[in-house]
Nanobody
Framework: QVQLVEFGGGLVQPGGSLRLSCVAP????????MRWYRQAPGKQRELVAG???????TYSESVKGRFTISRDNTKHTISLQMNSLKPEDTAAYYC?????????????WGPGTQVTVSS
């Protein structure tokens, strides 16, 4: 059973920064698209940022220009640098590893890490 693990959540003041990391052991990491999702209480889970196996990135409009996703294939790790944080960024953040090809569909998740933006 593949289990991703997120790190780096916490409490931060508005305007502050946090860096989330996710380790994905036990998979051929370089072949997976990696994504960060978040879910606030009472809301649906939403895609925040993604980085494809080839390195291209995508961001939701709400975080574009403030968040940066990156990956290190040698360490099986992705990171999410979050700057200029707002109270509306408060949510549980989840790491996702996704691959869908001729070998099958693979969809792995971490347990989540809480980010709270509050003064």
């Amino acid at each position: 059973q593949v289990q991703l693990v997120e790190f780096g959540g916490g409490l931060v003041q508005p305007g502050g920064s946090l860096r989330l990391s996710c380790v994905a052991p036990g998979i051929v990491f370089s072949t997976f698209d990696m994504r960060w999702y978040r879910q606030a209480p009472g809301k649906q889970r939403e895609l925040v940022a993604g980085i494809a196996a080839g390195g291209s990135t995508t961001y939701s409009e709400s975080v574009k220009g403030r968040f940066t996703i990156s990956r290190d294939n040698t360490k099986h790790t992705i990171s999410l640098q979050m700057n200029s944080l707002k109270p509306e960024d408060t949510a549980a953040y989840y790491c996702n590893a996704w691959r869908d090809d001729f070998e099958g569909r693979y969809d792995y998740w971490g347990p989540g890490t809480q980010v709270t933006v509050s003064s």
